[in-house]
Nanobody, 124 residues
Framework: VQLQAFGGGLAQAGGALRLSCTAS????????MSWFRQAPGKERELVAV???????YYPDSVKGRFTISRDNVKNTVFLQMNSLKLEDTAIYYC???????????????????WGQGTLVTVSS
C-alpha cells in the first residue's frame, strides 16, 4: 500500500495551492479519502474528506476555501486550497479509511493508511 502526496510548497497569504495524492495497493474507490494537517506543536486535524460516494465534509476553518475531489480512474485525491491564510501552514497528509465515521471523528489510530506528508507554508 502506498499513498504519495505532491504539491506542497510556499504560497503567499491569499494565494492558492493544489495538493494531490496518488494511491496504490488497495481498492481506492471503496475508501473514504481525506486530508489532515499538523502544524508545529499542534495535533493532527481533519481538513477535508470525500466519501466513496463522493460526499464531502469540511470543518469550518477551511469551508469555502478548500475543495476536495477524487479521480477513481487515476486513484488520486486532490485538495484545492484557495485564499490561503498564515494559519494554513502545516504538513498535510492524505489518508485512506473505509469507515467514514472514524475519519469524521478524527480517530487517527483507526485510519488504515497514511501518506508521507507534504509541507505547505503560507507567508505574509
Amino acid at each position: 500500500v502506498q499513498l504519495q502526496a505532491f504539491g506542497g510548497g510556499l504560497a503567499q497569504a491569499g494565494g492558492a495551492l493544489r495538493l494531490s495524492c496518488t494511491a496504490s495497493g488497495f481498492k481506492f474507490d471503496q475508501y473514504a479519502m481525506s486530508w489532515f494537517r499538523q502544524a508545529p506543536g499542534k495535533e493532527r486535524e481533519l481538513v477535508a474528506v470525500i466519501a466513496d460516494s463522493g460526499g464531502t465534509y469540511y470543518p469550518d476553518s477551511v469551508k469555502g476555501r478548500f475543495t476536495i475531489s477524487r479521480d477513481n480512474v487515476k486513484n488520486t485525491v486532490f485538495l484545492q486550497m484557495n485564499s490561503l491564510k498564515l494559519e494554513d501552514t502545516a504538513i498535510y497528509y492524505c489518508a485512506a479509511e473505509k469507515n467514514l465515521g472514524a475519519v469524521l471523528a478524527e480517530t487517527l489510530k483507526l485510519i488504515d493508511y497514511w501518506g508521507q506528508g507534504t509541507l505547505v507554508t503560507v507567508s505574509s
